[in-house]
Structure formats: structure tokens, C-alpha cells
């Protein structure tokens, strides 16, 4: 049978815009849905809860690539969860960030010629208030901008009068149950920022520098031992030589004396386990009040405990002549006088970790002071029972033994900085008696001698203990709140790896000493935002990439789906300008399928479709729908978020855009049946709308200007419609197997045109020999749909048909499809064409595989260099396959006798 082409006619578009303009839709949206109250949730519901916690961004904060992943995931999960009908709840709020906000307004006042001591401690404070309320809080309305869909009325700051009144409560309570102490304790601190910071919040650079070998006499004048250090200048404050009780070069040595060179002391020589004897001599330095292990070793062997740097970093009055000196001006005088002594017997380069602050890059300076601490170990225990037995799930799992791991090496936390802008220890002194009180409220009078001279810790809490109080305080506790009742145990966390210890360790060791229940049931760990090559975005390398600029550019939908598109469990995410242009193609592609649907649903009557049978692309379509959305649902359901983003991107552009669209416009044009037309509208409505409902979590503005369009109201938000569920009615298995086999038929014509650079505007006559004749009706039932999409003149379907002389064939399974080239391709020149072709990429294809296989390119070339040479030695590869498969195609012609 021979089927021809129908024509197609021209029909008027319903009003859309020629593009989406997110310019001018993103705030009039974002505007309508808070005026709706669509993010709100309700403390009281009969639908069940689904809740989460922002991680505060800091008051200071500007938004980067990092909160931008971070919400956008989150949101994404918000929006899905908010159309399945859950109660859904996305808590938001700030963190009052102790150090970096001090940080700020400090550098404020140094501008005017001030110091905070100048302003003393209330005024600072207030001066820090003022700051917050003028400056503080840019990072929400960045949010905004990004579409985060956070129930806004409800939002939070660490130093709100609730979160202030319930740390304090938690602080007592630890106290009261002797989890909290005071102690001298060595601490990291900081000479710049002037405080304790906790192990997590020290940052570890690499240091290419010296080991100094130092010789230590004995004091008898019986002979020396000689001890390895990096830091010359603490030895100002040694108080011991260690060495390992079975090193058998020092048995006989132990409990003598040895002479402090510079500072004329008698010292001991000790023995303990935790020397290593291979390094060095075998013998160490032991300075106690300037190195934590040496702190742990004075305690266990009751050595004297001596500070020599000061909270400025400067030498203090226990460093003998040094006294006034900078640290590193000081190790400069030791050498030089450990030179001049005839102490030093060698220096060698050693290359170790320096730690510095995390806030400021200064150098850490290990210190003993007197700090608060929690004692850790007991709520750690329960908060690893919690995650063995699965109360609460990290995900990927991958994180587990990293977290395991940290919190069985866990230290006491110390919870104390020596900052004015933050939550005051709720601890005060008795001028009177002595007598330390604790409480959750100020109190006016000593409860042990009545006297009235109190003063108040000047230390604040570490910011992040009040962050760790995040998931329950902000629900209201320690109140019981009718939202403490619905929204705790949150949900789900969404956070950065990269803060697994400093804050979801510490929610969940709070959480379960407070509420005596997990904080959250799951935790989603993302990767960091690197550039394109993998590397680490910065400012000072120039890679790093603004969100705002983006969202300008590009639009926040674009912006938005790259990000999921990138989130693979486990690997970084890859970001590049072009990258997020190339989603902003998507949107053009999506707004364009728009324009095209609605422009054919203008004269649809949706009740005129009820009876109308659906033919082979409706039953397709909706079969591939039904699978979208299982994929996609399921995808979500376990934080995979790429695998999502991946499965509406194909259903879009190439299920419905490519496919769909194209086979169903005979019937929407009218060159069917009246009622294959209004089958082919119904089907459009229905699958667009789904497909809209599927994207929309990814892309909320433009879903939401479409979905008005096509329901031609705002009455009703795609934000709160119900996210599509799987309709059994739709599943058609035969249906699928008989469309793809179609679409691989006028598949394999499209690349033999292609092949054989035959120009879209030529009529092809088709032949299609099928093995059976099973076969040969389903290609004819769907001959329409081949002659058109493949743009033939005429196709003749028959069994078993021998092979014509002069065409060039493919094959589907068993069937053939043979395309005529006799008058349409010029044989001969397309063959000397190819062969011409074929030999200059064969020369590009040895040139490059001989750079790449050169040890000196891979030595010295960038590694950017290498990765370009590979993507072309690729494409030379892909094209060298293309051509020859022409090429063959051709000379099977010739074997033929056409040529």
C-alpha cells in the first residue's frame, strides 16, 4: 500500500508572549503566591506533616553558589511534597553569627577612629542591633529572588527572645545535670578575634617549613639529648623532654634533668607512650601551655603548666628576655640565639598543617584559659544509636562511617568565646560569697547571702550551640506548641557535608537530649559548587559565579534546574555560565511547546472529547507520562535529584516536543476525523498540565505562568494542585513497543538523509520489507505518522521484500527500510567527498592520539590542556565512525553496479 503526505494548514496562536520574560514574571508571581498565603503552613491538620529547617544563613550573609544549591534542593522537595498534599512546613530563619558579625561592626567603628571597649559592652550591643535592623537579613529577600517557598511569617533569628530564652534553658539543664563544667583547658584561640574556637572551626593550611633539632644538656654536664621542634620559640615554656618508655637509646636516661637552653632551667626527662620513637631523635619537646597533646601529657605526668604567648600573640612576662615580642619575631631571636649558643644542631624542611582561623586566617594559637564545656560523650553515644538503628537516615550512606568515626574521637565542646555579641552565659559570681549561680533568669540577690554584688560571665555561648537548638526552638519549645506537636521530629535536613560535625551532630545530640527524639528522620549531605573543571570557586581565581548575575541573566528557573541537573549523590556539582544558558534554551523550549499546545486547545470543547478514542500517539504519550511520573516521584523520594531533573527533561523536549507534538498536528489541524482532533486537545490539556504539575518543584515561575494560561485563571496556583500520580488506565505496554518502533523506522531515515546529505526539503519514497505480518500492520496502522515525520512522498510496506539495487538500508530489529538514491544522490562525488573527508580526519585522529599518548604533553601540559586535546580526540573519533559508516554504505552501492 502507498500512503502520501498530508498538507499542513496554518492556524492563529492563542495569546502568549513570543518569550518568557522572567524579568517581569518572577516578582509579580513570587507577589501572588505571598498574597495567597500558598507557602503557609497550618499548626492544625487533618493532612499529614512534612517539615523542614533552613540551615540560617548568617545575618551577614550575601547569597553564593552554596546557599543558592542548598535551597534550591530544598525547595524543590517543599514544593513536591506541599502538591502531594502534605502539611508542609520549610522553617526560615538567621543565625546571629557571633564572630563574623562582631567582625563587621567592629571594622565599622575602626573606620570612625573606635573600639567596641571604646563604646564598652551595652552600646556595642546595640550598636550590633542597629547594624542587624539596617544591614542584617540581605540574604532573605535573596531567597525570594530564588524562589524559595519558606512560610515567611513564621522566621526565626538565634537571638530572638524565644531562641535566647531556650538556650538559656538548655544550658541550665546541662548544668543542673552536670554536663556542663568550667576548666582550664588548652583552646585554640584566635590573637585577632580575640577567642576560644572549637576544633571544627580551624582550617589547616599546608606550611612548607623547618624542624629545628635542638640540643638539651644534661644537667649533671653528663652528656645532651637532642629533641626535634617546629616551633623554637615555645620552648621558652617547656616543662619536660618526652621520650617511649621501650625506646632503649633513653631507658637508662629517664627521671634525669636536662638544662632549658635560653632560659637556664632544670627540666625532667619523661617517659609516655604517646611519643613516636621513628620520629626525630625519639625525643620531644613537652610545652604544655602550647600544644593540646603536650597539655594531655602534663596532666597525666602532673608537669607545671606554663603559658608563654599571650591573647595578642605576644610573648608574655614568663619568656625571660623575649618578653614583648611578636610570636614570630620572637622564634626569629631563639634561632639566632640557639645559633650563638652552640644549641642548635641541625635544620631540615618539613612540610605540615598550620591551623588558622576560620573566619580571619589568622594563625591559631593553642592557649590555656578557663572555658565552659559540655561533656560530650554521652550525648554522642546516643545520637550514633540513633543513626545505627535508623532512626534517623543520612543520605548518602557513604557519610555514616565519616560520622561514626568523628564521634567516636569526640572532645569535650567547648562551648565558650570570649565575644560580646552573642548569648550571654547565663552565670553570675557573688561579690559577696563567692557563690556561682546559674540560672534562666537574671537574678537580683544571691540565694546564699542575699548580697546584691553580682556580675554576670562576660563569655557568650558558641554561636553554634544555639544553632544546634534549631530544629525544636524555633517550632516554639520550650513551649509545647501545638507546631512542636506537628512539625517535630522534622522531616528532613538538607545540608552541606561540609558542616556534618560543626551543626547536624550537635542537632542530633541535642535534639535527643532535649526531646528525647531524633531532629530530623532524614539527612540529605550535597557536595560543594565547583566551576566546570572541577576546581574550587574563589574570587582570587576568578571562576567564582554570582546567583544574582545569573538570575539576570539566565532567568531563576534556568538557574534553578542546572543546579538539580548537576546534583548527583556523592560528586561535586560542575557549574558554568554556559551550562545555565543551556536551561535557559530548555525554557525557550518549553515556552515555545506552550505556545504551540494553547494556540490548538483555542477552540477546544472539553465535552465534545469525552467519547473520543484515543489513536496510537495519545496512548503513547500517556503511557511515557505514566512513567515520567513514577521515575520522577521515585527520584525525589530518594534525594536523586539529577535523575529527576533528567527524566522531565527527556519527557519535554524530547517525548513530547519531538515526538508528540510533531505526529499529532494532521489531527489537530484537521486532516483526520473531527473526533481524532478532539482526542489529540484532550490529550494536549492533560498531558501538558501533568507536565507542568511534574516541573514545576525545578522551575515554580515559568509552570505557574503556563499553568494560569492554560486553566485561563490565577484562581488557582500550580503550587497547591496535586502532583500527578500514576493512572493505570494509561499504561499501554503494546502501544509503546508499536510507537517506538515507528519512531525508530523514521529514526533510521532521518540519519540515512543525514548520512548522505540529502536536504530536508526533498521527498523521499520509502520501502519497508517486515518480517511478518504482524509487523507489516503495525507499520501500516502507523504509515501516516512515518510519511509525515520523515517527510516522504510515498512509503510501500510489504513482507519479506527483496532488496532493491540502488538504495541505502537500515534496519529495525528484523525489519529493513530501504531509501532510493538514484536521482536524489550523486553516488560517485558523495563517495570521493566521504574518502576526502575520511582522510583529513584520520590524520587529525593519529595527530591527536600521538599528543595524548606523549609522556612529556601529559607532564607538562594543564590539566585543562589535556582535557581539551581528549574532547577533540573524541569528537575526530565519533566523526571518523560516522564517515566510514557512509562511506560503506555507499561502496555496498557499488558492489550493486549502481556507481
Known amino acids: 500500500m502507498i500512503h502520501r503526505q498530508e498538507s499542513d494548514i496554518f492556524m492563529a496562536t492563542k495569546e502568549l508572549g513570543k518569550a518568557f520574560e522572567p524579568a ?57 511534597k506541599r502538591m502531594q498534599g502534605y502539611n508542609t512546613l520549610w522553617m526560615p530563619g538567621m543565625d546571629h553569627a557571633g564572630i563574623a558579625t562582631q567582625n563587621v561592626v567592629e571594622q565599622q567603628l575602626r573606620k570612625e577612629g573606635l573600639s567596641r571597649h571604646d563604646l564598652g559592652r551595652e552600646k556595642f550591643i546595640a550598636r550590633v542591633w542597629e547594624w542587624k535592623e539596617k544591614y542584617g537579613g540581605v540574604i532573605i529577600n535573596q531567597l525570594k529572588r530564588l524562589g524559595c517557598s519558606c512560610d515567611w511569617d513564621r522566621e526565626r533569628f538565634t537571638m530572638d527572645e524565644g531562641l535566647s530564652q531556650a538556650v538559656r534553658e538548655v ?29 571544627l572551626e580551624v582550617e589547616f593550611k599546608p606550611d612548607q617549613s623547618n624542624l629545628w633539632n635542638i640540643r638539651y644538656p644534661f644537667a649533671d654536664g653528663t652528656g645532651e639529648i637532642v629533641v626535634a621542634t617546629t616551633r623554637p620559640e615555645t620552648m621558652l615554656g617547656d616543662t619536660a623532654v618526652a621520650v617511649h618508655p621501650d625506646d632503649p637509646r633513653y631507658r637508662d636516661k629517664i627521671g634525669k634533668k636536662v638544662m632549658l637552653p635560653l632560659m637556664n632551667k632544670e627540666i625532667p626527662i619523661i617517659a609516655d607512650d604517646y611519643v613516636t620513637m621513628d620520629f626525630g631523635s625519639g625525643a620531644v619537646k613537652i610545652t604544655p601551655g602550647s600544644d ?131 548569648h550571654r552565659i547565663p552565670v553570675w559570681y557573688c561579690g559577696g560569697c563567692g557563690k556561682v549561680i546559674v540560672s534562666t533568669a537574671d537574678p537580683d540577690k544571691c540565694p546564699a547571702c542575699d548580697g546584691t554584688s553580682l556580675k554576670q560571665d562576660e563569655d557568650v555561648l558558641d554561636t553554634w550551640f544555639s544553632s544546634a537548638l534549631w530544629p525544636f526552638t524555633t517550632l516554639g519549645w520550650p513551649e509545647r506548641t501545638q507546631a512542636l506537636k506537628t512539625f517535630y521530629p522534622t522531616s528532613l535536613l538538607i545540608t552541606g557535608f561540609d558542616i556534618l560535625f560543626f551543626w547536624v551532630a550537635r542537632m542530633m545530640m541535642m535534639g535527643l537530649y532535649v526531646m528525647k527524639d531524633v531532629p530530623f528522620k532524614d539527612v540529605y549531605l550535597h557536595a560543594l559548587v565547583r566551576d566546570e573543571k572541577g576546581e574550587k570557586m574563589s574570587k582570587s581565581s576568578g571562576n567564582s559565579i554570582d546567583p544574582l548575575v545569573m538570575i539576570d541573566r539566565y532567568g531563576t528557573d534556568a538557574f534553578r534546574f542546572t543546579l538539580a541537573a548537576y546534583t548527583a549523590q556523592g560528586r561535586d556539582v560542575r557549574m558554568s555560565p554556559e551550562r545555565i544558558e543551556g536551561y535557559k534554551f530548555f525554557v525557550n523550549k518549553i515556552w515555545n511547546a506552550a505556545r504551540l499546545t494553547l494556540s490548538n486547545l483555542a477552540d477546544y470543547d472539553e465535552n465534545r472529547s469525552l467519547n473520543a478514542p484515543d489513536a496510537l500517539p495519545e496512548k503513547w504519550i500517556k503511557a511515557k507520562l505514566n512513567e515520567t511520573i513514577e521515575e520522577v516521584t521515585r527520584s525525589l523520594d530518594e534525594y536523586r535529584f539529577n535523575d529527576a531533573a533528567a527524566s522531565i527533561y527527556n519527557f519535554i523536549w524530547h517525548e513530547y516536543c519531538d515526538w508528540y507534538l510533531e505526529a ?44 494560569q494560561a492554560l486553566s485561563g485563571s490565577d484562581e488557582n496556583s500550580i503550587m497547591v494542585s496535586r502532583f500527578p500520580v500514576v493512572r493505570e488506565e494509561w499504561s499501554e505496554k503494546e502501544a509503546e513497543k508499536e510507537m517506538e518502533m515507528l519512531m525508530d523506522i523514521i529514526t533510521s531515515v532521518r540519519n540515512i538523509r543525514g548520512e548522505m546529505r540529502i536536504p530536508p526539503s526533498v521527498k ?10 504482524a509487523t507489516r500492520a503495525s507499520v501500516e496502522n502507523g504509515a501516516r505518522y512515518i510519511v509525515n515525520l520523515a517527510n516522504l512522498e510515498s ?3 510489504e513482507e519479506n521484500l527483496r532488496e532493491p539495487k540502488g538504495v541505502a538500508t537500515g534496519m529495525v530489529g528484523s525489519t529493513k527500510i530501504f531509501v532510493p538514491l538514484t536521482g536524489i544522490v550523486d553516488i560517485a562525488g558523495e563517495k570521493a567527498r566521504l574518502e576526502k573527508e575520511l582522510a583529513k580526519v584520520s590524520k587529525d585522529l593519529e595527530q591527536s592520539s600521538r599528543k595524548l599518548a606523549n609522556h612529556d604533553f601529559h607532564d607538562k601540559a594543564a590539566p585543562e590542556i589535556i582535557e581539551k586535546e581528549e574532547g577533540k580526540l573524541k569528537s575526530f573519533q565519533e566523526k571518523f565512525v560516522a564517515l566510514e559508516g557512509a562511506l560503506n554504505k555507499l561502496k555496498e552501492m557499488n558492489r550493486q553496479g549502481m556507481a
Open 664 to 707: 499529532s498536528k494532521p489531527a489537530l489541524y484537521g486532516k483526520i476525523s473531527p473526533e481524532r482532533k478532539l482526542a489529540t486537545q484532550r490529550t494536549l490539556k492533560e498531558v501538558f498540565g501533568a507536565m507542568m504539575q511534574l516541573l514545576h518543584p525545578f522551575m515554580p515561575f515559568v509552570t505557574e505562568e503556563l499553568w
Open 171 to 199: 544550658f541550665v539543664r546541662l548544668y543542673n545535670e552536670d554536663m556542663i563544667y568550667q576548666g582550664d583547658y588548652i583552646v585554640n584561640w584566635c590573637p585577632r578575634c580575640h577567642t576560644a574556637i572549637s576544633d
Open 795 to 797: 512509503l510501500t510496506v
Open 292 to 422: 593540646p597533646n603536650d597539655f594531655a601529657m602534663a596532666q597525666r605526668h602532673h608537669l607545671e603548666i606554663i603559658s608563654v604567648i599571650d591573647t595578642e600573640g605576644i610573648i608574655n612576662e614568663h619568656g625571660g628576655k623575649y618578653k614583648g615580642q611578636e610570636r614570630y619575631e620572637a622564634r626569629a631571636n631563639v634561632i639566632a640565639d640557639l645559633e650563638k649558643g652552640g644549641y642548635m644542631v641541625g635544620v631540615e624542611p618539613y612540610a605540615h598543617n598550620v591551623g588558622q582561623c576560620y573566619r580571619c586566617k589568622t594563625d591559631i594559637e593553642p592557649m590555656v584559659s578557663k572555658q565552659w564545656f559540655v561533656k560530650i560523650k554521652p550525648l554522642a553515644a546516643k545520637a550514633m544509636a540513633a543513626v545505627t538503628k535508623k532512626k534517623t537516615r543520612i543520605v548518602p550512606s557513604s557519610w555514616e562511617a565519616t560520622y561514626f568515626d568523628w564521634m567516636n574521637n569526640i572532645r569535650d565542646w567547648c562551648i565558650s568565646r570570649q565575644l560580646w555579641w552573642g
Open 24 to 80: 517581569d514574571a518572577e516578582k509579580r508571581l513570587y507577589d501572588y503566591w505571598l498574597k495567597n498565603r500558598f507557602f503557609a503552613a497550618k499548626d492544625k491538620s487533618e493532612s499529614p506533616a512534612f517539615s523542614i529547617v533552613i540551615p540560617p544563613p548568617n545575618v551577614t550573609g550575601m547569597l553564593h553558589m552554596g546557599h543558592a544549591l542548598n535551597n534550591t534542593l530544598q525547595d524543590i522537595i517543599i514544593r513536591f
Open 764 to 773: 523521499l519514497k520509502v520501502l519497508i520489507s517486515t518480517a511478518d505480518e
